[in-house]
């Protein structure tokens, strides 16, 4: 009954039975939270509560079940897991660190489009997914690093990937800390950070790209802001020129408030608790699903006017400007999540959905083939882990220089 787009059906459902509606999901009794203001008290008044996630999901999605963190019961092992990935993995020093990498892989995705420009051939890829397929490439990977740490014991710090950190981990404790984690843990978490990394940011910038394509006069707007920011001598967009590029930034807060990658956000309680709104009392039992509609939120006629209008200019007033991400004060744009199970990801996520974006519209014109107008593009979105285009994107590139 919730079809298959089960974001939108729970949207229509909340516009009747309010911000905090229960039902029953076969056996499971899930809550299902709509405003900004149930969301504030969800994720900040009584965040401990419900820090925790549904138990099933972890197994039907994740091949180490909770050996990672991103599906893990709230205790704990989580936090655990939670500080090892926060610390040595995503903090805004690491991520830094990764910027040749990153740079590097930017550059072979224009030389594929440069020469995709000559034969006028959009890009195709697939991912194989068995777990045992993906179990060997991971087995392979951390061999390979294995080998490489013994070749040459004393490996430069600055060309330390993730596997080296993790793997340095599991053999000394840092700063006093030992993280007791093995080689499962070690695969569990790439598997976590793969996961949470990769389709988030390539579907964010895949929406970007579209609505950009649906909006002509907003991807002018955005490469005149690169021309005069970068440069029209220089194609190569720096992670360091992101903070002068605010223009951007309005666009991709947009992107997210329209398409969060993270629709339909699962929790679980942990505690019997009671939680007030408007004067209405809800009373909610330990162990249940909470579902956070993140989808539904960026599209509240309450906080956005004309929703559905696609306009990053609406993020340039004084009061919007505040909806900065965290839901630190306020609820109204949390398309990471909130409170102490938030994503731990947001600053690589938005250097690399950033950086993409703008070093694919700074280089390249793009066209919609077969004579497609704008408005004629498909935006319908499909249900899953993150919330992508139901159809593949198809564009022409031309250079701009
Ligand atoms: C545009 C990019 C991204 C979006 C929109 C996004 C969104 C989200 C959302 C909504 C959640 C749930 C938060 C909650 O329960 O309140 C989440 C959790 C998570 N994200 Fe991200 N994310 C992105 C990028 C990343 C990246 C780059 C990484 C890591 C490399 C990452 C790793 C994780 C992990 C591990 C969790 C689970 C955290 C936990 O349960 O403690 N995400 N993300």
Redesign the pocket.
């Known amino acids: 009954m919730l079809g298959k787009l089960p974001h939108r059906t729970l949207q229509s459902l909340s516009d009747k039975y309010g911000p905090i509606m229960s039902l029953r999901l076969g056996q499971v009794p899930a809550v299902v939270i709509s405003s900004p203001e149930a969301m504030e008290l969800f994720?900040k008044t009584n965040d401990a509560v419900f820090a925790s996630?549904p138990k099933i999901q972890a197994s039907e999605f994740f091949f180490y079940g909770s050996r990672?963190?991103?599906?893990?019961e709230y205790g704990p092992y989580?936090r655990n897991m939670?500080k090892l990935?926060t610390l040595h993995?995503?903090s805004v020093s690491k991520v830094e660190s990764f910027e040749p990498l990153r740079r590097e892989e930017v550059g072979v995705a224009v030389k594929t489009l440069e020469r995709a420009t000559a034969a006028r051939e959009g890009l195709k890829r697939a991912i194989k997914k068995t777990s045992k397929a993906f179990d060997s490439v991971l087995e392979k990977i951390i061999e390979e690093h294995e080998e490489a740490i013994i070749m040459n014991s004393n490996t430069e710090k600055e060309r330390e990937d993730f596997v080296d950190i993790l793997l340095s981990l599991m053999h000394h404790s840092v700063d006093g800390q030992n993280y007791g984690i093995d080689r499962t843990n070690i695969k569990a978490i790439l598997i976590?950070?793969i996961g949470?990394?990769l389709e988030?940011?390539a579907s964010?910038i895949l929406w970007a790209l579209s609505e950009l394509l649906r909006h002509p006069q907003v991807m002018k707007t955005l490469q005149d802001e690169l021309d005069t920011v970068i440069g029209t001598n220089q194609m190569v967009v720096k992670e360091s020129d992101l903070s002068k590029l605010s223009y951007l930034e309005m666009v991709i807060k947009e992107t997210?408030r329209l398409h969060?990658?993270?629709a339909l956000?699962p929790?679980e309680s942990t505690e019997d608790v009671n939680v007030t709104l408007d004067g209405n009392g809800y009373f909610i039992k330990k162990n249940t699903r909470v579902l956070?509609n993140?989808w539904a939120l960026g599209r509240d006629p309450k906080v956005w006017p004309n929703a559905e209008m696609f306009c990053p200019e609406r993020f340039n007033n004084v009061t919007n400007k505040d909806r900065d991400f965290r839901g630190v004060e306020c609820f109204e744009f949390i398309?990471?999540?909130?409170?102490r199970?938030?994503?731990?990801?947001?600053h690589?996520?938005?250097t690399?959905?950033k950086t993409v974006s703008a070093q694919l519209v700074h280089k390249f014109n793009w066209e919609l083939p077969w004579g497609l107008s704008p408005n004629d593009l498909d935006m319908n979105e499909r249900y899953g882990l993150s919330l992508p285009r139901a159809k593949n994107l198809y564009a022409m590139p031309t250079c701009r220089k």
């Open positions: 994720l996630r990672g963190l991103a599906f893990s989580w939670r990935c993995l995503l976590d950070m949470g990394s988030t940011s964010t997210l969060p990658a993270g956000v929790r956070i993140l398309p990471f999540g909130s409170g199970r938030g994503c731990p990801g947001m690589l996520g938005l690399t959905v």
